[in-house]
T-cell receptor, first 110, second 114 residues
Framework: GQQLNQSPQSMFIQEGEDVSMNCTSSSIFNTWLWYKQDPGEGPVLLIALYKAGELTSNGRLTAQFGITRKDSFLNISASIPSDVGIYFCAVTHSNYQLIWGAGTKLIIKP | SAVISQKPSRDICQRGTSLTIQCQVDSQVTMMFWYRQQPGQSLTLIATANQGSEATYESGFVIDKFPISRPNLTFSTLTVSNMSPEDSSIYLC???????????FGPGTRLTVT
């Protein structure tokens, strides 16, 4: 089946660092989504991308929809403790279903 | 975005019993989805539930094990039947599609089967 390759699997970050994660696919998709999930909660939509090449910001978060429509990245600038969690990329598929990446777990270095 | 609630938030159940999870939305929505998520893992779609029609199940999930109801445009239930420890997981409902075909999620139900 179709898959999204999300990397890295996990990241240890210092508060104040910039963070970057990405998602790639062998197939073309017309909408890319980035979600964040905190422990004990459902995923929350951060950014939706629907134009190839589009760069979209949401506060300290910036995401880009690759020009080939096969990839996307998410950057977080000046990370803070509440950025900890699992970040998922997802793409829309047939019948309005979503295909999900495996997630990137953000952990704060002690 | 819609506000979605789930009941119960968590439960511990005995093997062989059944649990019904409720999903309530504060506005009418076209589609509701049920997912399963193992801790630390990605989401796996169980089924899509549209009002007025039978739920559509994904490969590996069957109606006898996971019966779903969708009586109106704001409510759905998922039943986990004849539970075994392998059913221990987080069950999430979501609604959609949004403007960009996105989905919005409830807080999840954490199920432990002993």
């Amino acid at each position: 089946g179709q898959q999204l390759n999300q990397s890295p699997q996990s990241m240890f970050i210092q508060e104040g660092e910039d963070v970057s994660m990405n998602c790639t696919s062998s197939s073309i998709f017309n909408t890319w989504l980035w979600y964040k999930q905190d422990p004990g909660e459902g995923p929350v939509l951060l950014i939706a991308l629907y134009k190839a090449g589009e760069l979209t910001s949401n506060g300290r978060l910036t995401a880009q929809f690759g020009i080939t429509r096969k990839d996307s990245f998410l950057n977080i600038s000046a990370s803070i403790p509440s950025d900890v969690g699992i970040y998922f990329c997802a793409v829309t598929h047939s019948n309005y279903q979503l295909i999900w990446g495996a997630g990137t777990k953000l952990i704060i270095k002690p | 975005s819609a506000v979605i609630s789930q009941k119960p938030s968590r439960d511990i159940c005995q093997r062989g019993t059944s649990l019904t999870i409720q999903c309530q939305v504060d506005s009418q929505v076209t589609m509701m989805f049920w997912y399963r998520q193992q801790p630390g893992q990605s989401l796996t779609l169980i089924a899509t539930a549209n009002q007025g029609s039978e739920a559509t199940y994904e490969s590996g999930f069957v109606i006898d094990k996971f019966p779903i109801s969708r009586p109106n445009l704001t409510f759905s239930t998922l039943t986990v039947s004849n539970m075994s420890p392998e059913d221990s997981s987080i069950y999430l409902c979501s609604v959609g599609p949004g403007k960009f075909y996105e989905q919005y999620f409830g807080p999840g139900t954490r199920l432990t089967v002993t």
